[in-house]
C-alpha cells in the first residue's frame, strides 16, 4: 500500500466519496460496505459508471483482486450491473431502498420472493392485538404533560421496565438512570462512537467477521476500525489492543459461536484491569434453544461493559427500538448527545413497549416466537443433514438466534456462484464472506435467516433453497 496517501486521495476515488481510512488496511468486505453505503447514499446514482478495477485498485492502493471481489458481491446483491465489454454501472433498485437510505443501518428490503436473510423475525408474528391493548392502556393513563419534548434518555416508564426485564432475563446489573433509549442499535452505536471520539478515543476493536455497516457507522463517526480474530470460542481478548472494543458474546454475528467462560473471564478482567469500554451487542441474547441462555456479560463488569439490546429481533425493525445500559461515566456525555440530535423515538411507542414490558405480554410473546424458530431451525438442519449438500455446507455455531450459518468447504462449490443461482431463483440469503475485514482470513459460505418468512412460506422457502444448492 503506498504510505503518502491523503485521506481526500482515497475517499475522491473516482470523483465518488468512499469515506474509507487512509490508515486502515481495506479487504473487499470493507471496500464493498463502502460502495454499497454510496449506492445507498445517492452519492453513486442509478446509471453511474464505476471505475475500472485496475483504476480503482490503483487509487486505493490495494490489489485488483481485493476490488473484483467487492465488485462481485454487489453484482450479486444486484446493486452492480456488468455486461460484456461495457463498464460496470450502478443498478436502478427499487425507489424505497434510496428514499430510506439511513433508516436502518442493517437491512433493507428485498424484491426476491423467499426472504432467508439473516436478523429478521417473523414479522407476521408480531402481536398485534396485545401492542394495540397495550398501547390504549398505556395512552388512557398517560398525563397530556409527558406528551411534550421527551426525556433524552427516554421515557422513564420504559427505562424502568427494561431495567427491571434486562436484570430478570439477561442478567445485566442496571437501573433506570443508567438506560437510554434510541432509534435503533445502529443509532445507539453512532451516538456512542461520538461520545468516545469526543472523549479522545481513537480506535475501536470489532470481531472479524462481523457486520459490515455496524463497522462503518463507527468509521463515519471518525473512529478507527480494527479486526479481532476469531476461534471457536468467541473473540480472543488477548487480540485486542484498542480502548473500546464490540462484541456480540451470546452468539457471535455471523459466525454463531458463544464466547466461552474462560474468555469472558479474561475479557471482563482486561476491561476491568486496563480500564477499556466493552459494547456487548445482545441483539439475540432471547433465543437460545439448547440450553438456558449464557447471562450478559456486562454484569462482571458493569462499569466497563455497555449492554446492547434491540426490539428488531423480538418484535420487530421497523419499530427502531432499542438501548443501552450504561456505565455510570457515560450516562451524561450520552443523555447531552442524544439531546444534541433530539434522537429519541416517539413517546407513544416507548410507552407502549413499556407496557408490553409490564404487563408479561412481552415474555409471552418472546416464548412463542423462540419454540417457533427452535423448530424452524431443527428442521433446516435436519434438511441440509439428509440432503447431499452436506458435503459442501457446513453448519457452524450454537443452536440459537435467528440465523443458520453454513461454510462452504473450501475446495468445492465457489459462494459468489452459489448466491447468482440463489438469486436466480428468487432466494434472498447472505455471503459469509462479506463480513470478513481481513481479506486473508475470509471464509465463504451462507448466512441463513430462517425466522424471516412467514409460517406459510417457510417450508416452500428451505425446499426451494435445497433444491437450488443441491444443484449449484
Ligand atoms: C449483529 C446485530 N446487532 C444488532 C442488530 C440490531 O440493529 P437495530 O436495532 O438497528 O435493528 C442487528 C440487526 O440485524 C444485528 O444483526
Same mark, same amino acid.
Given at each position: 500500500?503506498?504510505?503518502?496517501?491523503?485521506?481526500?486521495?482515497?475517499?475522491? %476515488?473516482?470523483?465518488? $466519496?468512499?469515506?474509507?481510512?487512509?490508515?486502515?488496511?481495506?479487504?473487499?468486505?470493507?471496500?464493498?460496505?463502502s460502495?454499497?453505503? +454510496?449506492?445507498?447514499?445517492?452519492?453513486?446514482?442509478?446509471g453511474?459508471?464505476v471505475?475500472s478495477?485496475?483504476?480503482?485498485?490503483?487509487?486505493?492502493?490495494?490489489?485488483?483482486?481485493?476490488?473484483?471481489?467487492?465488485?462481485?458481491?454487489?453484482?450479486?446483491?444486484?446493486?452492480?450491473? %456488468?455486461r460484456?465489454?461495457?463498464?460496470?454501472?450502478?443498478? $436502478?433498485?427499487?425507489?424505497?431502498?434510496?428514499?430510506h437510505?439511513?433508516?436502518?443501518?442493517v437491512?433493507?428490503?428485498?424484491?426476491?420472493?423467499?426472504?432467508?436473510?439473516?436478523?429478521?423475525?417473523?414479522l407476521?408474528?408480531?402481536?398485534?392485538?396485545?401492542?394495540?391493548?397495550?398501547?390504549?392502556?398505556?395512552?388512557?393513563?398517560?398525563?397530556?404533560?409527558?406528551? $411534550?419534548?421527551?426525556?433524552?434518555?427516554?421515557?422513564?416508564?420504559?427505562?424502568?421496565?427494561?431495567?427491571?426485564?434486562?436484570?430478570?432475563?439477561?442478567?445485566?446489573?442496571?437501573?433506570?438512570?443508567?438506560i437510554?433509549?434510541?432509534?435503533?442499535?445502529?443509532?445507539?452505536?453512532?451516538?456512542? +462512537?461520538?461520545?468516545?471520539?469526543?472523549?479522545?478515543t481513537?480506535?475501536?476493536?470489532?470481531? /472479524?467477521?462481523?457486520l459490515?455497516?455496524?463497522?462503518?457507522?463507527?468509521?463515519?463517526?471518525?473512529l478507527?476500525?480494527?479486526g479481532?480474530?476469531? /476461534?471457536e470460542?468467541?473473540?480472543?481478548?488477548?487480540?485486542?489492543?484498542?480502548?473500546?472494543?464490540?462484541?456480540?458474546?451470546?452468539?457471535?454475528y455471523?459466525?454463531?459461536?458463544?464466547?466461552?467462560a474462560?474468555?469472558r473471564?479474561?475479557?471482563?478482567?482486561?476491561?476491568?484491569?486496563?480500564?477499556?469500554l466493552?459494547v456487548?451487542?445482545?441483539?439475540?441474547g432471547e433465543?437460545?434453544?439448547?440450553?438456558?441462555?449464557v447471562?450478559?456479560l456486562?454484569?462482571?463488569a458493569?462499569?466497563?461493559?455497555?449492554?446492547?439490546?434491540?426490539?428488531?429481533? %423480538?418484535?420487530?425493525p421497523?419499530?427502531?427500538?432499542?438501548?443501552? +445500559?450504561?456505565?455510570?461515566?457515560?450516562?451524561?456525555?450520552?443523555?447531552?448527545?442524544?439531546? /444534541?440530535?433530539d434522537? %429519541?423515538?416517539?413517546?407513544?411507542?416507548?410507552?407502549?413497549?413499556?407496557e408490553?414490558?409490564?404487563?408479561?405480554?412481552y415474555?409471552?410473546?418472546?416464548?412463542?416466537?423462540?419454540?417457533?424458530y427452535?423448530?424452524?431451525?431443527?428442521?433446516?438442519?435436519?434438511?441440509?443433514?439428509?440432503?447431499?449438500?452436506?458435503?459442501?455446507?457446513?453448519?457452524?455455531?450454537?443452536?440459537?438466534?435467528?440465523?443458520?450459518?453454513?461454510?462452504?468447504a473450501?475446495?468445492?462449490?465457489?459462494e459468489?456462484?452459489?448466491?447468482?443461482?440463489?438469486?436466480?431463483?428468487?432466494?434472498?440469503?447472505?455471503?459469509?464472506?462479506?463480513?470478513?475485514?481481513?481479506?486473508?482470513?475470509?471464509?465463504?459460505?451462507?448466512?441463513i435467516?430462517?425466522?424471516?418468512?412467514?409460517?406459510?412460506?417457510?417450508g416452500?422457502?428451505?425446499?426451494?433453497?435445497?433444491?437450488?444448492?443441491?444443484?449449484?
Open positions: 500500500m503506498r504510505d503518502d496517501r491523503s485521506s481526500s486521495d482515497r475517499s475522491g %476515488t473516482g470523483g465518488i $466519496d468512499l469515506h474509507l481510512d487512509p490508515r486502515a488496511r481495506v479487504g473487499s468486505g470493507e471496500l464493498a460496505a460502495l454499497r453505503t +454510496a449506492i445507498r447514499e445517492d452519492r453513486l446514482p442509478p453511474s459508471r471505475p478495477t485496475r483504476d480503482l485498485a490503483d487509487d486505493l492502493g490495494v490489489s485488483r483482486g481485493t476490488v473484483t471481489r467487492a465488485y462481485e458481491l454487489l453484482v450479486a446483491e444486484g446493486l452492480l450491473l %456488468t460484456q465489454g461495457a463498464s460496470t454501472v450502478v443498478a $436502478d433498485t427499487e425507489p424505497p431502498i434510496r428514499r437510505a439511513r433508516e436502518s443501518p437491512r433493507r428490503p428485498t424484491d426476491l420472493h423467499w426472504d432467508l436473510r439473516p436478523g429478521k423475525p417473523d407476521s408474528m408480531f402481536p398485534r392485538s396485545d401492542w394495540l391493548a397495550a398501547q390504549r392502556r398505556a395512552l388512557r393513563h398517560v398525563p397530556a404533560a409527558e406528551l $411534550d419534548y421527551g426525556h433524552p434518555a427516554g421515557h422513564p416508564l420504559l427505562r424502568e421496565a427494561l431495567a427491571e426485564y434486562l436484570g430478570r432475563v439477561r442478567g445485566v446489573r442496571t437501573s433506570p438512570e443508567r437510554a433509549v434510541f432509534g435503533g442499535y445502529g443509532e445507539a452505536l453512532r451516538v456512542l +462512537a461520538e461520545v468516545l471520539l469526543r472523549r479522545g481513537p480506535s475501536v476493536d470489532f470481531e /472479524d467477521p462481523s459490515p455497516k455496524l463497522r462503518d457507522i463507527a468509521g463515519e463517526a471518525g478507527r476500525v480494527n479481532v480474530p476469531l /476461534d470460542s468467541g473473540f480472543d481478548p488477548r487480540g485486542s489492543h484498542s480502548p473500546v472494543l464490540v462484541v456480540t458474546p451470546a452468539h457471535q455471523p459466525l454463531g459461536v458463544t464466547m466461552s474462560a474468555r473471564a479474561e475479557l471482563s478482567r482486561l476491561a476491568r484491569t486496563e480500564d477499556r466493552v456487548e451487542d445482545d441483539y439475540d433465543f437460545r434453544f439448547d440450553r438456558e441462555p447471562g450478559a456486562q454484569r462482571w458493569p462499569e466497563q461493559v455497555i449492554y446492547a439490546g434491540t426490539a428488531s429481533k %423480538t418484535l420487530a421497523g419499530l427502531r427500538l432499542a438501548w443501552l +445500559a450504561l456505565p455510570e461515566r457515560l450516562v451524561e456525555p450520552v443523555r447531552e448527545r442524544k439531546a /444534541d440530535g434522537r %429519541t423515538p416517539p413517546v407513544t411507542e416507548q410507552l407502549t413497549l413499556a408490553m414490558l409490564r404487563s408479561g405480554s415474555d409471552q410473546h418472546v416464548r412463542r416466537c423462540r419454540a417457533g427452535e423448530r424452524r431451525r431443527r428442521r433446516i438442519v435436519a434438511a441440509l443433514t439428509e440432503s447431499e449438500v452436506r458435503h459442501e455446507l457446513y453448519p457452524a455455531g450454537i443452536a440459537a438466534g435467528l440465523h443458520l450459518t453454513l461454510r462452504l473450501p475446495e468445492g462449490l465457489s459468489q456462484r452459489v448466491l447468482r443461482r440463489l438469486r436466480r431463483h428468487s432466494v434472498a440469503v447472505e455471503g459469509l464472506a462479506e463480513h470478513w475485514m481481513d481479506d486473508r482470513r475470509r471464509q465463504e459460505g451462507l448466512v435467516g430462517y425466522a424471516a418468512p412467514p409460517g406459510h412460506a417457510f416452500p422457502a428451505l425446499r426451494t433453497l435445497l433444491r437450488v444448492l443441491s444443484e449449484s
